[in-house]
Structures are given as structure tokens and as C-alpha cells.
């Protein structure tokens, strides 16, 4: 059983083609600057074990085409991994925001791209890319099941006293205004990871996930269910990102616009675009950002303290709100790869029964490890990231379903 999942942006698309049996990667790839005069696609068979990456440069004027490309290399009668784009049986899709509507992934009908649509305003960089990814692989698989798993569907099911912000109601029961929070397929694949690995009932754990990449969210997670999120209603929200500012005195854009005179569109650029490490150290990535410290740069050591705070923050936070707590999981970028980062939040934690092993948090390896200390209370756990295994995964439970109501 075949499953592609695709994550459409505006002017690429991502995409990675599974083998559901094994949950093995068959190829993965990404088309780029699709519409400009020569768009750049990137492709990778996995053979034996090995990738074999090319590269081609070509002319992509808009998704149908770059998504025809992606089929051209598939069913490429001498590198190709299917004789047929009939072999895949569903196309699952990344989709950022379904608002109050989904908590769990769905099978798209009209009913669903409506609903998509209607959230433009809550993700106007994203769903527009995400439902144009759906309606192109509508037509160019006709056959296959196409599925959209929202990235805030694990999020709702927090509490009212969690999403809600403390404004008139009519702005929540009219506009929505509440928090959604974001990088939910991550959170979610994560935490099932760490609840097999924890060795601990579903019903009765408290687990942190944190994902640090150039975007920056935590989610707390207590019997298996989300019960609250840093992230709110954008991106912007919770932790102090590669570029964004995270948490601030929501008083500070009324400051910029009348002391400084600055607009609403030069607002929401700093703010999301020239802030966080950026703003603070003059770069967004970490791994600059820990060089230029290490040489004694004051602004690279202020923008660390500043990083590791807030998430210490929030671990508090969360211990608190859940009444305890079982394990700690890093992921993404900076999660998976920065072993300094890990052993500066987890600094003087001991207190609170987090209690990290030097030499294994060290340690280089893309599988789930553990790296607390043998007498550590609390666990504490790198799990890589596997959004797109997500997808695929959620995408094939989705055709169990439809198979079974088509036979009945």
C-alpha cells in the first residue's frame, strides 16, 4: 500500500512517497520556486538502504506542472518506484490550520476545501497553499483518497481555560479569536512515541514535547490528550523563536505605531521576520548563534539566556498545570541535534527531578534516545520528528475507514 504525502507551499511542493507495509520511505523530494523562470526540483530514491539524490533544473509554471514532474519521476521507466500513479491509493496532505472544525484528520470533500477556505485568515501565508496542493492532486490522482491532516487538530482538545484569551466573548463566539496552536502533527507523532517508550499507563502520564526549530512550540500532554500549547492563535505566540518574537507585552505594537509611527505590515515584519535570535544575536540560526557565544559575543549569550529561559518557563508552567510529570521530549532541528541547548534547559532542574546524562546527551544518533541520568525522576527523551510518517500513517487509517463503509 503507497501513500504520498505533500506539503504545498506557495511556490513549492514537498513531497515524500511511503510503502505503508514497512512505513519505508520509497523516494522523497521537493519542487522549488515553482512559477519563476527555472524552478529547482530535488529527488531521492532510497535503494537498498542508500539514498540516491538528483537534481534538475527546469521550467515550472505552476503546481499542475510541478506536481506532473513529481509523477514523471516516479513512474520513470528506469529510476521510477511504481510502473503506475494508480499504486498510490491515498495523498495525504498538510494543511495548517482547520480551526474548531477538525480534531482529527479527513477524508476531503467540498464540504472540507469550504472549510479550509473559510480559515485563510487565521493561516494567510498557508491554506491557500494547502488547498491549491488538494485540488491539484485531485485531478492528477482521480483515483486516490486525498486526506488532510490539520497541523491543529491534536491541540483541540485542550481545555476551554487554555485556549480561550480573556477578551469579550463575542470576539471568540463571532471571530474565533482563541488559541489553536500549531506543529501539532509533530506533537502528536512525538508523544506516541514517548508514550511507548516511557513505560508508563497512557491514562495516567504527564509528558513536555518541545520542538525547537527555526519555529519554536511546547505542548503539554497528560493522558495521552493535548492539554495546552504555547503557540495561540498564529505562530507568533510562546516561545522566542529564530525569528519571532514569541511572548511579549501585547501593549509593545501599540508603542511601535505611536512613538514610532510604524504600520501594521512594519509591525508584523519585525515582529515574525526580524526578531527572536535574529533580532537578538543578528542571526536565526542556532548553530551561529552557540559559535558567536562560544567567541564570547555578549549579544549571542543574551540571546541564549533568553532562548533557555522560556522554555524553562514553560516547563514550570506545565508541571504545574498537569500536576506532575513523567518525561521531557525534545524534537526537531535544535531538539534533535543541539546537545547544548538540552543540557542548558535542563540546568538546575534537579529540583524537579530532571536529571540529564552528560555523556549520553552527547551522543549523535537519528533514533529516539533516552538522556536522563539513572536516578533521574522525571525522563528525558530526543525523538526525531516524523511529521510526513504522520500523515502517511493517518492518511492509511482513513482508508481502512472509507474501505470498510464502501463494503457495508
Not at 559575543?297 to 514550570?316: C, F, H, P, S, T
Not at 537519528?366 to 522525571?378: F, G
Not at 526525531?384 to 510518517?389: D, Q, S
Not at 492518511?395 to 464502501?406: D, N, Y
Amino acid at each position: 500500500m503507497k501513500v504520498l504525502v505533500i506539503n504545498s507551499g506557495s511556490s513549492s511542493i514537498k513531497y515524500v512517497l511511503f510503502e505503508m507495509q514497512d512505513s519505508k520511505v520509497l523516494t522523497k523530494g521537493i519542487v522549488e520556486r515553482i512559477g519563476e523562470a527555472s524552478a529547482e526540483v530535488t529527488h531521492s530514491v532510497f535503494l537498498k538502504g542508500e539514498e540516491v539524490k538528483e537534481k534538475y533544473e527546469r521550467e515550472v509554471a505552476n503546481h499542475v506542472e510541478g506536481l506532473e514532474f513529481v509523477v514523471h519521476l516516479l513512474t520513470d521507466s528506469k529510476k521510477g518506484i511504481i510502473h503506475d500513479k494508480g499504486e498510490i491509493v491515498a495523498v495525504g496532505h498538510r494543511v495548517v490550520h482547520g480551526g474548531e472544525h477538525y480534531n482529527h484528520a479527513v477524508v476531503v470533500n467540498d464540504e472540507v476545501k469550504a472549510r479550509i477556505e473559510e480559515l485563510i485568515p487565521l493561516a494567510p501565508l498557508h491554506n491557500p497553499a494547502n488547498l491549491q496542493g488538494i485540488e491539484v492532486a485531485e485531478k492528477i490522482f482521480p483515483e486516490a483518497i486525498q486526506v488532510a491532516v490539520f497541523d491543529t487538530a491534536f491541540h483541540q482538545t485542550m481545555p476551554a481555560a487554555s485556549y480561550r484569551y480573556p477578551l469579550p466573548n463575542e470576539l471568540y463566539e463571532k471571530e474565533k479569536i482563541r488559541a489553536y496552536g500549531m506543529h501539532g502533527t509533530s506533537h502528536e507523532y512525538v508523544s506516541k512515541q514517548a508514550l511507548h517508550l516511557i513505560d508508563k499507563p497512557v491514562d495516567d502520564s504527564a509528558i513536555i514535547t518541545i520542538h525547537l526549530g527555526n519555529g519554536c512550540s511546547m505542548a503539554a500532554i497528560k493522558g495521552g490528550k493535548c492539554v495546552d500549547t504555547s503557540m495561540g492563535l498564529s505562530p507568533l505566540a510562546g516561545l522566542m523563536m529564530g525569528t519571532r518574537t514569541g511572548d511579549i507585552d501585547p501593549s509593545i505594537p501599540f508603542y511601535l505605531g505611536s512613538k514610532l509611527n510604524m504600520s501594521f505590515a512594519e509591525i508584523d515584519q519585525m515582529l515574525n521576520k526580524e526578531s527572536g535570535l535574529k533580532g537578538i544575536a543578528g542571526s536565526n540560526d542556532m548553530r551561529d548563534v552557540l559559535d558567536k557565544r562560544s567567541a564570547g559575543d555578549k549579544e549571542a549569550m543574551l540571546a541564549i539566556d533568553m532562548y533557555v529561559q522560556r522554555i524553562k518557563k514553560y516547563i514550570g508552567a506545565y508541571i504545574a498545570e498537569m500536576g506532575g510529570l513523567d518525561a521531557i521530549v525534545f524534537t526537531a532541528g535544535i531538539g534533535e541535534n543541539s546537545d547544548e541547548v538540552r543540557r542548558l534547559v535542563c540546568e538546575d532542574m534537579a529540583f524537579l527531578g530532571i536529571d540529564l546524562d552528560e555523556k549520553k546527551n552527547r551522543e549523535r544518533k537519528a533514533v529516539n534516545r533516552s538522556i536522563h541520568a539513572v536516578n533521574s525522576k522525571v525522563q528525558v527523551w530526543v525523538v526525531p520528528t516524523n511529521e510526513e510518517l504522520e500523515i502517511a500513517s493517518q492518511s492509511r487509517a482513513l482508508l481502512g475507514q472509507v474501505t470498510q463503509k464502501s463494503v457495508h
